[in-house]
């Protein structure tokens, strides 16, 4: 019997990782094989959960993330710091993605190599429905936010599907007690993934004003926050750079947090029409 565990983080609005994590771990289920499921949700409580974790027992080990500007969300990559070492354990690694997923496998990579992780297979192939305020301007749904169209029903039926025969294979992977560590699934890091660094993306993004004529101090901006960037004081105060997927703005119930997104919607605008 494999006993597999599976780490993944997905956004509250869209939830396109939980949904291939859920299949993948069915794949690895077959049979008398387990898999248990792990979702990571806020920074500190996951910290706390990794240190107390027993990665003993468990056979195989999977991350999974979907990806913020050509790289994992940073948090993640934060929190990965905090595994144990893992010497010759077999892993794997996946995102999904709008369908440019950069850098973001081989970033993961790079930080579970220290840890002295086997990486035994990974795909970074599957696409999930792409919301952003950038998108405003495309597939706008109500002008604060808007979508990737080619993303929209992703992942479909035929992905998930994939999914589950992943996980089969990974199965199979396991039993070979000749494997190898698998390279060649991660784009090396690139360019364009470099200039979406932690410091050029506080730099770029727009910063958070709150109206407090509109804020009732619900505090749900601080709960759905990965990374504990939220606290109420007794308004909603940032304390501390973050991985700016804007999660927070797009739940405000009372559309209270302003972002202005001007030139990052202008700048996505021109690079639409180059592409055309
Ligand atoms: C803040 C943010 C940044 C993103 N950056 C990228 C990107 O660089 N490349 C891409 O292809 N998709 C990007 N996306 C799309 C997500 O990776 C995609 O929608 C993913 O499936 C979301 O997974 P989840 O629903 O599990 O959170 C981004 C989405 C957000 C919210
Ligand atoms: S979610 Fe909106 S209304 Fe609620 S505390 Fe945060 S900013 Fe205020
Ligand atoms: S953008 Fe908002 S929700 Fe996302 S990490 Fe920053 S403070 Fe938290």
């Known amino acids: 019997m494999i006993r597999s565990v599976i780490f993944y983080f997905s956004q509250v609005v869209t939830g396109n990782t939980k949904l291939i994590a859920e299949k993948i771990a069915e794949g690895l289920s077959k049979g008398e094989n387990r898999c248990d499921l792990i979702r ?3 920074y500190k409580k996951d910290i706390d959960l990794i240190e107390k974790f027993n990665f003993n027992k468990y056979d195989l080990i999977g991350i999974g993330v979907p990806v913020y500007y050509f790289h994992p969300p940073y948090h993640i990559l934060f929190e990965l710091q905090h595994f144990p070492r893992l010497k010759n354990k077999p892993g794997f690694l996946f995102c999904t993605s709008g369908g440019n997923p950069g850098s973001t496998l ?5 930080v579970l ?6 990486i035994i297979d990974g795909r970074d192939k599957w696409i999930g429905w792409d919301i952003h305020q950038m998108y405003a301007n495309q597939s706008n749904s109500n002008g604060h936010y808007g979508w990737l169209k080619s993303s929209f029903g992703h992942p479909n039926e035929n ?3 994939l999914a589950r025969t992943f996980g089969q294979s990974l199965l199979k992977r396991c039993l070979d007690q000749d494997l190898e560590e698998k390279t060649d699934f991660w784009k090396k890091d690139n360019e364009t993934a470099k200039i979406w660094s932690w410091e050029g993306i506080q730099e770029w993004f727009p910063e958070f004003t709150l109206n407090e004529e509109k804020c009732d101090k619900c505090g749900l901006c601080a709960q759905v926050c990965p990374w504990d960037a939220i606290i109420l004081d007794p308004y909603p105060k940032w304390i501390k ?9 797009l739940k405000c119930p009372k559309n209270a947090i302003d972002c202005d997104f001007t030139s990052q919607i202008e700048y996505l605008e021109n690079l639409m029409e180059k592409s055309k």
């Not at 081989?106 to 790079?110: H, T």
């Not at 190599?113 to 086997?118: D, G, I, L, P, S």
Request: proline share 0%.
């Open 106 to 110: 081989n970033q993961m990579k790079e």
């Open 241 to 249: 750079d973050c991985d700016r997927c804007y999660i927070c703005d």
């Open 113 to 118: 190599n220290k840890k002295e992780m086997k």
């Open 159 to 161: 992905e998930l599907n």
């Open 40 to 42: 990571l949700r806020k």
